[in-house]
């Protein structure tokens, strides 16, 4: 058994890197293609200044993303617990911001998210505490 928290080659170490790259990707099409993404969002604009913001959000994800794939290779296993425990919060917030925009259909997908990601926080956590108690 590995002393790792989250083994390299564990079915959860994969889910959570493939998670991570594919946030990462998302933070650079908003970054690179804001329009696009803003649509993807839900909120399309072509305005301007609303794309710098979009833009600024793509920076953030792509900031968010690195540090989980940084915690990742740190074996940092409660650090990414509490990095998707943050994204699922900030998934919350977001289908907020749809609800109040759009209805229940703009939020569904943000919803969607928070499960995702919280399930994903939950697993995490469990599945480094199981090991720290089983002694590796």
Do not use: C, Q, W
Not at 82 to 92: E, H, K, Q
């Amino acid at each position: 058994m590995s002393d790792r928290s989250l083994p390299v080659r564990s079915p959860m170490t994969i889910v959570l890197l493939l998670a991570s790259l594919a946030f990462l990707g998302l933070g650079l099409r908003t970054f690179f293609l804001p329009a696009s993404a803003a649509a993807f969002y839900g909120a399309p604009t072509e305005s301007a200044e609303a794309l710098v913001f979009v833009k600024a959000y793509g920076a953030r994800n792509i900031g968010i993303s690195l540090l989980a794939l940084t915690l990742i290779y740190l074996d940092a296993g409660m650090g990414v617990g509490a990095l998707l425990a943050a994204a699922a919060l900030i998934a919350g917030l977001d289908a907020a911001i749809m609800l109040g925009h759009a209805g229940f259909g703009g939020a569904l997908k943000h919803l969607i998210y928070v499960a995702v990601l919280g399930a994903l926080a939950v697993t995490t956590f469990a599945v480094v505490s199981i090991r720290r108690i089983r002694g590796g």
